[in-house]
């Protein structure tokens, strides 16, 4: 079983940058797909951003252009990048695993805490 844990989120104004880090334990993350999903107050939880085993990368048109996704299976820790920061990316953002890259989180087979991020205007 992989464990995972959020880090790096946080109280920031519009226009400003975040790096999340997902620190896997357990097993290598390396033959999973991975993503992030964000959760906001009152909302579904959503697809953000993912990277397959492979490296290819897929963004939600919402953050297109101001996040990005990698991996580092070396250290077992995904990353998103996220710049120009917007009020409405005000969320709870999780990672997440599973054998592909799917958009819908019931697909996914272990998940991080989570990490707040709230960005104020």
């Known amino acids: 079983q992989v464990q995972l844990v959020e880090s790096g989120g946080g109280l920031v104004q519009a226009g400003a940058s975040l790096r999340l880090s997902c620190a896997a334990s357990?097993?290598?993350?390396?033959?999973?797909?991975m993503a992030w999903f964000r959760q906001a107050p009152g909302k579904e939880r959503g697809f953000v951003a993912g990277?397959?085993?492979?490296?290819?990368?897929l963004l939600a048109d919402s953050v297109k252009g101001r996040f990005s996704v990698n991996r580092d299976n070396a250290k077992n820790t995904l990353y998103l990048q996220m710049n120009s920061l917007k009020p409405e990316d005000t969320a709870v953002y999780y990672c997440?695993?599973?054998?592909?890259?799917?958009?819908?989180?019931?697909?996914?087979?272990?998940w991080g805490q989570g990490t707040q991020v709230t960005v104020s205007s």
């Open positions: 997440a695993g599973a054998r592909f890259l799917y958009t819908a989180d019931r697909n996914y087979e272990f």
């Open positions: 990277v397959t085993a492979s490296g290819d990368s």
């Open positions: 357990g097993r290598t993350i390396s033959p999973y797909a």
